[in-house]
């Protein structure tokens, strides 16, 4: 007999402990082998003082069985409140979201009854990091980090996703055409790596009009990778488009941890009235059970789920008179699941799983990027400033000019207002000012910054943030002005 395998469990906020009490009651029935360990993370834990939401000896049991499935928590309002998810997805290296939006017409209402698509997003770059400064009294600051080694990660999922699946297609969400150089970077490493992948379709969209397709027609796509941002914003349009945010589960994997949970939140105020429906959480534990290995079961339980829907077995948030036979609660519905197992769908598409998820995982590790000369070539100096006009700002800057660095350009908030600038244009406190090397071909070093932000100093300005310009082999670093 094989062994059980340990997960750590949290049963959440709201109506977390309802639809977890449900899910791990029907999987259990249907022979899952699990050790279940127990923790305690979310609001309570936050309103002891601890800010994190969750006890360093829950990280223990994290740690030691690598595997947690989590309901929906509650973040207090006000400020002072890490975000447990983020915490979490980062603390375990949880770089791979990955979300399937399926339609189940006719039992479930969807303008999309041919919907079928998984978003893979990115967990750990962009906005995500959390690196947010307030610079002047008016301007506030939010940095978007994209890394070469987390976009191929993200990709190569995506694409080893897709073999494994028997998905087709493989599209890219990007804002190239905006953010060149995070974005362009994002693009840049999909286009290297689908040509690793030539049995699976390539597409790109820029995320705005790539979203309202999807949106539109979500059957024309399959898996769509993004960024963290998109990604976030997309997955709940995708899963409300399919029928219901209440239906939709999720996975969170990394090299060494995966985490599992459903995709909507805690629905505070339908807590504590057996009203919600635990189909996200448990198509979060399905996806938990192929990635241990338990395929069988998982494959089991997703099929009286769907039998369960099929037969018309509906909670309130997916109940409607012309497609429902009978509205029951939580409770009830984990029952009707329990006694659909070992049934198959007789309309809806049947599940059959092989073991993925950790070869997913594993074919995930990128290679040694080669190093690239790194040429300082100019810096832009961020300077708190509300004393006159552009033209003011520049005639005193080129003044502080040193024998190697002189100002090329002021932008305010990315519009170039000097030299030649629009009076037109609204200039905040907040000024970017380009000093770039005077002379062609000369590389700079930090002596050289430290020496042109002396000048600066002495002529009382107040800088408040620098940030280097480079070439990489002699291609520009940096974006140029608008
Ligand atoms: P929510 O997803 O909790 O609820 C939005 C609405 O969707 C609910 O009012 C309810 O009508 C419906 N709904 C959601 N899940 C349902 C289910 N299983 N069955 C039936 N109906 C369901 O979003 P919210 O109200 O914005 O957030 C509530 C709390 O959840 C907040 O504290 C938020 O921070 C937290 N949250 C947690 C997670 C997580 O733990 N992963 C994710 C999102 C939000």
């Known amino acids: 007999m094989s062994k059980n395998t340990p997960i750590t469990v949290a049963h959440g906020d709201g109506i977390g402990p309802e639809i977890m009490d449900a899910t791990l009651n029907i999987i259990t029935s249907a022979g899952a082998k699990l050790d279940i360990e127990t923790i305690e993370v979310g609001e309570q834990v936050y309103l002891r003082g601890n800010v994190a939401g969750i006890e360093p000896s829950a990280w223990d049991s994290l740690k030691r069985t690598r595997v947690f499935l989590k309901a929906p928590i509650t973040t207090p309002q006000g400020g002072g409140y890490k975000s447990l998810n983020v915490a979490t997805r980062k603390t375990l290296g949880l770089y791979a979201n990955i979300r399937p939006c399926i339609s189940y017409h006719p039992y479930v209402m969807t303008k999309h009854p041919k919907m079928d698509l998984v978003i893979v997003r990115e967990n750990e770059e962009d906005l995500y990091a959390g690196i947010e400064h307030r610079q002047t009294q008016d301007v506030y600051q939010c940095l978007k980090l994209i890394s070469r080694s987390g976009s191929e990660k993200i990709i190569r999922y995506a694409f080893e996703y897709a073999m494994s699946n028997n998905r087709k297609k493989v599209t890219c969400f990007v804002k190239d055409n905006i953010m060149k150089l995070t974005d362009g970077l994002f693009h840049q490493v999909y286009n290297e790596i689908s040509e690793e992948y030539p049995e699976i379709e390539k597409e790109v969209w820029i995320v705005d009009i790539g979203a309202a397709k999807m949106a539109d027609t979500p059957e024309n796509f399959d898996v769509i990778v993004m960024e963290n941002l998109y990604g976030d914003i997309l997955s709940d ?67 009286a789920w769907l039998k369960t829907l099929e037969d018309g077995i509906h909670t309130y948030d997916i109940f409607k008179d012309s497609t429902s036979k009978e509205k029951v609660g939580t409770k009830e519905f984990a029952k009707a699941v329990v006694s659909r197992l070992g049934e198959k769908p007789e309309k809806l598409k049947e599940v059959s799983y092989k073991k993925t998820a950790k070869k997913e995982a594993k074919k995930s590790k ?83 910054i430290i020496t042109l932000l002396d000048r600066i100093n002495d002529s009382g300005f107040d800088f408040i943030k620098t940030e280097n310009l480079y070439n990489f082999d002699g291609v520009s670093g940096y974006s140029k002005d608008q």
Request: contains cysteine; proline residues 3%.
């Open 237 to 303: 349009v995708a899963a409300q488009i399919a029928g219901s945010v209440g239906l939709a589960g999720s996975s969170n994997i990394g090299e060494n941890y995966a985490m599992f949970e459903a995709i909507h939140g805690s629905a505070p105020r339908r807590a504590g009235q057996n009203l919600a429906n635990p189909s996200g959480l448990l198509l979060g534990a399905v996806m938990m059970l192929n990635h241990i290995g338990q395929s069988e079961v998982a494959a089991n339980v997703h099929n």
């Open 366 to 448: 990128t290679g040694k990027a080669k190093i690239q000369r790194k040429d300082l070539i100019g810096i832009d100096v961020f300077l708190d400033w509300n004393s006159g006009s552009a033209e003011d700002l520049g005639a005193i800057l080129k003044k502080v000019n040193t024998e190697n660095l002189k100002l090329d350009l002021i932008s305010s908030r990315g519009i170039k207002v000097w030299p030649d600038g629009n009076p037109e244009t609204y200039c905040t406190d907040h000024w970017r000012c380009r000093f770039m090397v005077s002379t062609d071909g000369e590389v700079l070093n930090n002596s050289d």
